[in-house]
Nanobody, 117 residues
Framework: QVQLVESGGGLVQAGGSLRLSCAAS????????TGWYRQAPGNQRELVAT????????NYDDSVKGRFVISRDNAKNTMYLEMNSLKPEDTAVYYC??????????WGQGTQVTVSS
């Protein structure tokens, strides 16, 4: 199994910044692409950003381009999401996900991000 644990969420004012972390443990040798997703109340879970195995390719939802930066440190088995210029509409539970070559996608338990206006 793969365990993913998010941290770094919290309450921030609009225009502020937060940095989320996702620590992976367990059988992670076949993990490839990883990413961040979010789900606001009443909405479906949506993609925020993804990053390839060695960080050479990233992909962002249009709503966060230029404000959020995804990165990963494979030596620490940790992925990050630097969130800047936060807006109230960024309020959601943020989940990290890890795609496994053989076993599908693993998910973390989520961390709440609340942006006040």
């Amino acid at each position: 199994q793969v365990q993913l644990v998010e941290s770094g969420g919290g309450l921030v004012q609009a225009g502020g910044s937060l940095r989320l972390s996702c620590a992976a443990s367990g059988r992670i040798s076949s993990i490839t692409r990883t990413g961040w997703y979010r789900q606001a109340p009443g909405n479906q879970r949506e993609l925020v950003a993804t990053i390839s195995s060695f960080g050479s390719r990233t992909n962002y939802d249009d709503s966060v381009k230029g404000r959020f930066v995804i990165s990963r440190d494979n030596a620490k088995n940790t992925m990050y999401l630097e969130m800047n210029s936060l807006k109230p509409e960024d309020t959601a539970v943020y989940y990290c996900a890890a795609e496994d070559r053989y076993r599908g996608t693993f998910w973390g338990q989520g961390t709440q991000v609340t942006v006040s206006s």
